[in-house]
């Protein structure tokens, strides 16, 4: 059944943004034969569940697909939860646009310096001082109907809103810091990198964070030119590197959900 389905998008597997359905709930639905949306909405009623929240169930996946299909992607937002909007990337590849900025320090006071942004294979990179505004921001990301970062949800977005407020558009977000660890890799970006095998440019490989800030020093400060443009391309290979990597956890996320519900089926037969 479950080689026959193979082609289904993880979303159409997924009921997590249902009222009330839990990762035990969706196992559950999964169990009596419903692996994708289709296939829910085909069966006249489900053990565990009254015929009034069936239906229930039936319109909210009807109005999820019409969404979906309507490339409504902020549908999901508020409904899929944050550690599972991997489940999106598949069906919204296309207008993925993967992010990562740089700061001039962590916490209270300190403000963003660069903002890189990867679309359709353009790169943009925002500079502070030059062409960093709230309105540049949006325009790098208009049409864009899902973002990549790695721990963005606590760092880069944050950081963004605070001093940009509104440029970021409501979209889901993929933050493979929570979802790498899920997948079997641990650490930092570039800790994952190398478990996974990519690699940086020999100037960019022993680049940190910390000598990240020193670099918008040097620029900000001194006018180095050599120093920003490190700082540049530090920043690009972080976003860069994020496509790759994104693709790979998600993969890995995937072979993980259909052994789950191809276990499950081996259960019941």
Excluded at 39 to 66: M, Q, T, V
Excluded at 136 to 147: C, P, Q
């Amino acid at each position: 059944m479950i080689k026959h389905c193979v082609l289904w998008k993880m979303i159409r597997r997924s009921f997590v943004f249902l009222p009330s359905i839990g990762r035990a709930t969706e196992k559950r639905i999964w169990s009596r034969g419903a692996t994708t949306w289709n296939e829910f909405l085909s069966i006249n009623s489900i053990a565990g569940f009254s015929r009034k929240r069936k239906d229930d169930l039936d319109a909210r996946l009807a109005e999820a697909e019409h969404f979906l299909n309507g490339e409504r992607a902020e549908y999901f937002c508020g409904l899929l939860p944050s550690t599972e909007q991997w489940r999106l990337f598949e069906e919204l590849k296309k207008g993925t646009a993967y992010l990562d900025i740089e700061s001039d320090g962590v916490g209270p006071g300190h403000v963003v310096t660069m903002v890189g942004i990867l679309k359709h294979g353009k790169m943009t990179t925002l500079v502070r001082g030059r062409d960093l505004t709230q309105a540049a921001i949006g325009e790098a990301l208009e049409g864009v109907n899902m973002l990549v970062t790695f721990n963005g949800s606590s760092f880069d977005l944050p950081m963004i809103e605070h001093e940009f407020p509104f440029s970021v558009p409501r979209v889901p977000h993929y933050d493979l810091r929570h979802v790498c660890p899920k997948a079997g890799y641990h650490g930092g970006l570039k800790s994952v990198e190398q478990q996974i095998g990519i690699s940086r440019p020999q100037e960019l490989e022993y680049v940190t964070g910390e000598q990240a800030v020193y670099l918008w020093h040097l620029w900000n400060r001194k006018g180095n030119r050599n120093a920003l443009n490190l700082l540049t391309r530090y920043n690009a290979e972080d976003v860069k590197n994020l496509e790759p990597l994104a693709e790979i956890v998600y993969q890995i996320m995937k072979k993980k959900m259909l052994r789950d519900i191809n276990a499950i089926n081996e259960r019941r037969s």
